[in-house]
């Protein structure tokens, strides 16, 4: 099976319409879009989700955050899939995103940043699982 990673477009980039534009970013780069799912996150998921950031000085800001709208998780399918798409996201805080990607075009700031990527094919496979915990 080809790679597969964990998109979450984030509330700022659901509430702003970037839904289909961001889709469309993948799907242009030839990524499939292998399932997808609208939910607003509870706090303790999202503190879960993020577990690795716990005791961070922004983790109470990304949690309120992340909870804050609707999010849309993707699980993305395609060749190298994790690098792709972290290199279609851009960097985490916008102000340094490579100009078209999807950060630099639709995020605020480095919290806000209009969308999630898992960093490896481990991350993926535990980020799939979170959102889509019916898909083994
Ligand atoms: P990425 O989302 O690029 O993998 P990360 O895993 O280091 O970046 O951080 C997860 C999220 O936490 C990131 O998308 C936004 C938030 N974040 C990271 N660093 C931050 C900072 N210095 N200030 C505020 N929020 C930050
Ligand atoms: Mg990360």
Avoid: Q, W
């Avoid at 780069?29 to 577990?51: G, P, S, V």
């Avoid at 998780?73 to 996201?89: F, K, L, Q, S």
């Avoid at 985490?92 to 700031?109: C, E, K, M, V, Y």
């Amino acid at each position: 099976m080809p790679e597969r990673t964990l998109c979450v477009i984030k509330p700022n980039a659901v509430e702003r319409r970037k839904i289909g534009a961001i889709v469309a970013r993948f799907e242009d780069a030839d990524m499939r879009i292998a399932a997808l799912r609208m939910t607003t996150l509870r706090r303790d998921e999202a503190e879960r989700f993020y577990a690795e950031h716990a005791g961070k000085p922004f983790f109470a800001r990304l949690v309120a955050f992340m909870t804050s709208g609707p999010v849309v998780a993707m699980a993305i399918e395609g060749e190298g899939a994790v690098a792709r798409c972290r290199e279609i996201m851009g960097a985490t805080d916008p102000a340094a995103a490579a100009p078209g990607t999807i950060r630099a075009l639709f995020g605020a700031n480095v919290t806000e940043n209009a969308v999630h990527g898992s960093d490896s094919p481990a991350s993926a496979a535990r980020e799939i699982a979170f959102y889509f915990p019916e898909a083994n």
